[in-house]
């Protein structure tokens, strides 16, 4: 059975910083591509971060760029969200998701419909 369990959030101040962990099991972690995605209240969800199944390659919203980083560590199964200089409008449900196919991930990682396991989703609530 397959599993993502994610956890780290919490509220924060402005300025300040998480970081989200995604523990993974039920699968073989280091042959998946991994993504973090949010929902704020009233929006769709979105796409924030991916790291390609190889660990060499990283993606990142605009919105997110320079103050997000996302890595894994395989041997934890475990994929991280670092989260810094954090803004009210980082506001959100955080859902780590895992995608299986490696094809065409460099262009398509902020598509939702490509992953096939979510997690549970861990609220960030960042205040002014």
């Known amino acids: 059975q397959v599993q993502l369990v994610e956890s780290g959030g919490g509220s924060v101040q402005a300025g300040g910083s998480l970081r989200l962990s995604c523990k993974v099991s039920g699968y073989t972690f280091s042959s998946y591509g991994m993504g973090w995605f949010r929902q704020a209240p009233g929006k769709e969800r979105e796409f924030v971060a991916a790291?390609?199944?190889?660990?060499?390659?990283?993606y990142y919203a605009d919105s997110v760029k320079g103050r997000f980083i996302i890595s894994r560590d395989n041997d934890k199964n475990t994929v991280f969200l670092q989260m810094n200089s954090l803004k009210p409008e980082d506001t959100a449900v955080y859902f780590c998701?895992?995608?299986?196919?490696?094809?065409?991930?460099?262009?398509?990682?902020?598509?939702?419909?490509?992953?096939?396991?979510w997690g549970q989703g861990t609220q960030v609530t960042v205040s002014s």
């Open positions: 790291v390609a199944w190889t660990g060499a390659h990283f």
């Open positions: 998701a895992a995608d299986s196919s490696h094809r065409y991930f460099e262009t398509e990682h902020s598509d939702e419909g490509r992953y096939d396991y």
